[in-house]
């Protein structure tokens, strides 16, 4: 029954990508969308070999794992209780008591208290409305995802086709195959619905469309990033202050992006705010130091844990899920939020037994981050060293295994285009493309300042950093000159 319901869906998708091919892509043959979406159930094949297989021992793995299994406990929900399970899928019924009812078992729902929206929740909402068609198949989940982040691929090439002299298929092949963005938007995880609501909202911002068709495209652009990532749309609605209103003030685009800048840096540190931003990327900064170097979270009261650092194991005792203090030890009193504000403290009570929570151990792909300390302007000192991690690394070593190469390979290509485009081969732009070209840069960079703000492992970073891959795509379509490029070439060769 698997293996056709497999077949179906996957026919079911060759067939759309075809149907759309053939009314609204009349440039290219009719086989180029379904040829290009095999390959992206290729990539899916692949995530599902390596989270089951490279890193799961036969058993899918890591978030993918979790998001798959615990959207079956919310699923499973409905036979128990439809009123429960419609209250948990609208959001209706955040009650702690019928949370640990139904949802106890999950970690990615019954997380505790945050600073920011339960995004994860939103990812279990979907594959448990999956489970009602797939009949428990998890490639059938990939399927389905992996369709929607190729969709918007195909529709922001819509566009961008009309800003780039790029041969079509390159370009399409580009938005809906570069080797990161293929990779994680083909997975079951966060990233293939951001990715599309990130596609369609640029297109619905930038494209001169109807006002139908850029409405809806904004209202599920928008709600996908925000409830996927918010991160992402923070990023892109700062980009946009810029393309709005900033830019229109001087006819030099650069005098205005200076003032932007200057007057934003300017507001934030006088205002105070800009330290309260800088608290919380610190917490994040240090909660990611603390997944990187491992260590162990022992349960405290109801609103706090204890963090002990993974050097410092040694003054416990384990056993049973539990941990008993052997000798002093310095710790950390922390709250259970996102922002995970934390008090230096010691640990005296030898003999005293604390139930682990959390036991962590080190990752194989560290990256040395400079320590924010919640301090405004060490952030703004932070951010070259935030680009340079974003876009560079993972750097191989002795260490490195096998799938950090193909990442790195594809930022040397980057970089490569990115010279050829700007500085060797640059088409000249109007004063329209130039402010979407400059608010894109903008909307990358200040991903890649996040993601390296607060991100030491590099196996992490190249997840983090796909939407400004979005960005970078773009930019190099609109700003690369394929025909100086091609005549280049061609002379060359003759």
């Known amino acids: 029954m698997g293996i056709i319901l497999i077949a179906f869906y996957t026919l079911l998708f060759l067939w759309l990508t075809y149907s759309i091919n053939k009314k609204h892509i009349l440039d290219l043959p009719v086989y180029t969308l379904p040829g290009l979406f095999l390959v992206k159930i290729g990539f899916a094949l692949f995530f599902l070999y390596v989270y089951t297989y490279h890193y799961g021992g036969g058993e899918l793995t890591a978030d993918a794992g979790m998001f798959f299994n615990e959207s079956r406990i919310l699923h499973d929900v409905f036979y128990a209780s ?108 966060k990233e293939p619905l951001m990715i599309f609501g990130l596609f369609i909202l640029i297109r619905a911002l930038f494209d001169n469309l109807s006002p139908s068709r850029r409405l809806w495209r904004i209202i599920i652009g928008l709600l996908l990033t925000v409830s996927i990532k918010p991160y992402a749309l923070i990023c892109l609605l700062a980009a946009l202050i810029y393309h709005f209103i900033f830019s229109r003030l001087f006819k030099n685009l650069w005098l205005s992006l200076s003032f932007y800048l200057a007057l934003g840096i300017s507001i934030l540190a006088v205002s105070g705010y800009g330290d309260k931003i800088a608290y919380i990327i610190a917490n994040q900064q240090e909660d990611f130091i603390n997944l990187r170097d491992g260590g162990l979270y022992l349960n405290g009261d109801d609103k706090h844990y204890y963090y002990i650092y993974h050097s410092n194991r040694d003054h416990f005792e384990f056993k049973n899920n539990t941990a008993t203090l052997i000798e002093p ?32 151990a080190k990752t194989g792909s560290k990256v040395d981050v400079t320590l924010i300390k919640d301090d405004y302007w060490q952030m703004i ?52 493309d130039k402010r979407i070209l400059i608010t894109l840069s903008l909307f990358g960079a200040f991903v890649a300042m996040i993601v390296g703000w607060t991100t030491p492992v590099s196996g992490a970073i190249v997840r983090y950093i796909i939407p400004a891959h979005i960005a970078i795509l773009i930019l190099l379509a609109m700003k690369l000159d394929y025909k100086k490029l091609k005549q280049k070439w061609i002379k060359g060769s003759l």
């Open 381 to 432: 000192k932070n951010i070259p060293e935030a680009i340079y991690n974003s876009f560079v690394q993972p750097i191989p070593n002795r260490k490195s295994t096998w799938l950090q190469y193909p990442a790195f390979i594809e930022n040397i290509l980057f970089i490569i285009l990115f010279i050829m485009s700007f500085v060797i081969y640059p088409r000249s732009l109007n004063q329209s």
């Open 82 to 189: 439809p009123k429960a399970f419609f209250q948990f899928l609208f959001g209706l019924n955040n009650d702690p008591e019928l949370i640990n009812k139904y949802l106890e078992a999950t970690s990615h729902w019954n997380g505790g208290d945050r600073f920011l929206p339960n995004d994860s929740r939103h990812i279990l909402r979907i594959n448990a409305l999956l489970y009602f068609i797939s009949n428990g198949e998890v490639f059938i989940h990939f399927l389905f995802f992996s369709f929607a982040s190729f969709m918007g691929g195909v529709d922001v090439f819509q566009w961008l086709k009309k800003k780039s002299n790029i041969p079509q298929w390159i370009l399409l092949v580009a938005l809906t195959l570069a080797p990161s963005l293929a990779f994680w938007s083909s997975s079951i995880i």
């Open 329 to 360: 030890v310095g710790a950390y009193y922390m709250k259970k939020n996102e922002n995970f504000e934390r008090f230096p403290m010691q640990l005296n009570e030898v003999g005293k037994t604390y139930s682990i929570y959390l036991s962590l």
